[in-house]
């Protein structure tokens, strides 16, 4: 509903009062028209990413408030009957608390300015001179907050009805036909750079998604026949479309395929929704590879699923350096034994096994003797060497489901579980020495020889609450060993010797079982 051009001169004077010029002189003339390329040039400035949508529309909101063309402004999509999406807003939210308006134009607020504009998508300026009674209602809300005039303009995207932008004013404006022209070409400019991100956006996603298809692309029916794969495709997996089957793609399946992950895709897909997940796949020469693959359903404008895209890449480099940073991340790059890490998770499952299972668990922690002067003497290499013969020694005298692991320098660590009886502990630790004393010889032909130093600590003999005072407690016996090592009798050293206490679990005790069964 526009006004009529009558009264130029009191609506020109509107449109002064209205951008809050008042222009009374040339200077005046000058300093509005300056201040309206500042609004548009501040408007530009603002538009570009990385702000999102909603912040633009904030911004625009306080922008034409901050110039003085309202002071209550809004941008709001119509939803539902009485119902009104705030998209951004510079102002009280009272002003739309409660607010009746309806599609209808006999509903209760269907003859508001909010409602009129968007059903007619035509702009509305209320005019003091000419007052419909139809907006009394509107008029008497406004005024309940101290405002007194009201702009609507609608917003399009598409060349479809998007939002509309509510304008209002505490004074009373006249708005002549030079601020209407002045407001629509903002709203359009506004419009026009949104559908603007809209493409933009929209080119950045296909730019994606083209740099994706450079790797495999699969187009298929709704029933999950291949109709398209592109190059890559072939390249990846050796089969061109005419070598799929009945246009499937179990070709791609082979023995170690995961046969639940398969599942997961078929419910997936039966649901409607997109699937995105690794698979285990074959080529064509039977060579197997770990393929990411993501699933999109491509839906017809009924909501009908006609095809499916598929998108897939060959990860088995990643893979295969995940599980080398992963191998890595837990065992000792000399060795090959594991480290703490490793040995920490190990530690507090072997606590947690003996208890479930009422047995024992000796943790041992081990020390070479003499092996500072081999670094002095023959050299880091050789110092490597040795350690790289000890680790293996000690994983083969011990049994398949024991632990070693090693600490750092010269220190390793036993884990011995299912320990029922002092002479199994016996018959290991001197399989042990016998393993580990034995010469060792340099790649320069130099025979060398070590010896250990051994803590133990048994649990839960010992009383060790945690895997981190089980290891403290091995530590403490193996010390007390190496500071005795001139008077001990053997290389190892229970915890319970290292405080005063007589050892109910030394091995050479007289053939009894007491404390090792309760």
Same mark, same amino acid.
């Given at each position: ?85 705030? %998209? ?8 739309? !608390? ?35 009674? !139809? ?32 304008? %209002? ?38 730019? /994606? ?47 170690? &395929? ?9 419910? &997936? ?42 998108? *897939? ?16 991340? /837990? ?56 350690? *790289? ?111 005063? !206490?007589?050892? *109910? ?14």
């Amino acid at each position: 509903m526009r006004t009529s051009d009558s009264n130029s001169r009191r609506r020109g004077s509107s449109l002064r009062r209205f951008l809050g010029l008042a222009p009374r002189s040339g200077e005046e003339a000058l300093d509005r028209q300056s201040r309206l390329r500042a609004l548009r040039d501040a408007m530009e400035g603002f538009m570009a990413p990385p702000l999102s949508e909603s912040e633009v529309l904030q911004r625009f909101c306080q922008l034409m408030r901050t110039h003085g063309l309202a002071q209550w402004v809004a941008v709001v999509r119509p939803e539902l009957e009485d119902r009104l999406d705030v %998209l951004a807003l510079a102002g009280s939210h009272a002003v739309l !608390a409660g607010l009746s308006w309806s599609f209808d134009p006999d509903g209760d607020g269907g003859g508001a300015p909010l409602a009129l504009v968007w059903r007619e998508q035509r702009p509305f300026y209320s005019d003091p001179l000419f007052p419909s009674a !139809a907006l009394r209602p509107w008029r008497q809300r406004m005024a309940g907050h101290g405002l007194h005039s009201t702009a609507v303009l609608p917003l399009t995207r598409r060349g479809q009805p998007w939002a509309l932008l509510v304008l %209002l004013h505490h004074d009373e404006i006249y708005w002549s036909s030079d601020s209407q022209m002045l407001l629509e070409s903002i709203v359009r400019w506004l419009c026009q750079t949104l559908e603007y991100r809209d493409q933009e956006s929209f080119q950045n996603l296909l730019g /994606r998604g083209l740099a994706v298809a450079n790797e495999s692309v699969v187009l298929t029916d709704a029933q999950r026949r291949v109709l398209y794969v592109n190059p890559s495709f072939e390249r990846m997996t050796g089969y061109r479309l005419e070598d799929l089957n009945d246009g499937s793609l179990r070709v791609l399946q082979g023995p170690d &395929t995961d046969i639940h992950e398969l599942a997961v895709i078929d419910q &997936t897909l039966r649901a409607g929704l997109p699937y995105s997940g690794t698979l285990l796949n074959y080529r064509r020469d039977g060579e197997p590879y770990w393929n990411q693959l993501s699933i999109v359903p491509v839906r017809d404008p009924n909501g009908d699923i006609r095809h499916y895209l598929g998108i *897939q890449r060959d990860v088995s480099a990643e893979k295969k350096l995940v599980s080398q940073l992963e191998y890595e991340s /837990r065992h000792d790059r000399l060795t090959g034994l594991a480290n703490r890490r490793a040995l920490d998770d190990e530690l507090e499952m072997a606590m947690a096994r003996a208890d479930r299972y009422g047995t024992r668990l000796a943790a041992c922690m081990i020390d070479l003797d003499g092996f500072k002067p081999i670094n002095d003497c023959y050299g880091h290499d050789a110092g490597d060497q040795v350690l *790289q013969v000890i680790a293996r020694r000690l994983r083969n005298s011990v049994r398949r489901y024991d632990y070693v692991a090693r600490l750092g320098g010269d220190e390793f660590v036993l884990l011995l579980e299912r320990v029922s009886h002092p002479a199994e502990l016996e018959q290991i630790f001197i399989k042990l020495e016998c393993n580990v004393n034995e010469a060792i010889t340099l790649r320069n032909y130099q025979q060398i020889g070590v010896r250990l130093t051994m803590g133990v600590c048994l649990y839960p003999e010992h009383g060790a609450r945690d895997a981190g005072e089980l290891l403290r407690f091995a530590d403490q016996a193996l010390y007390h060993g190496k500071a005795h090592k001139e008077t001990r009798e053997r290389y190892w050293t229970y915890y319970t010797e290292t405080i005063g !206490a007589p050892s *109910q679990t030394n091995p050479q005790l007289s053939g009894t079982d007491k404390g090792w069964y309760r």
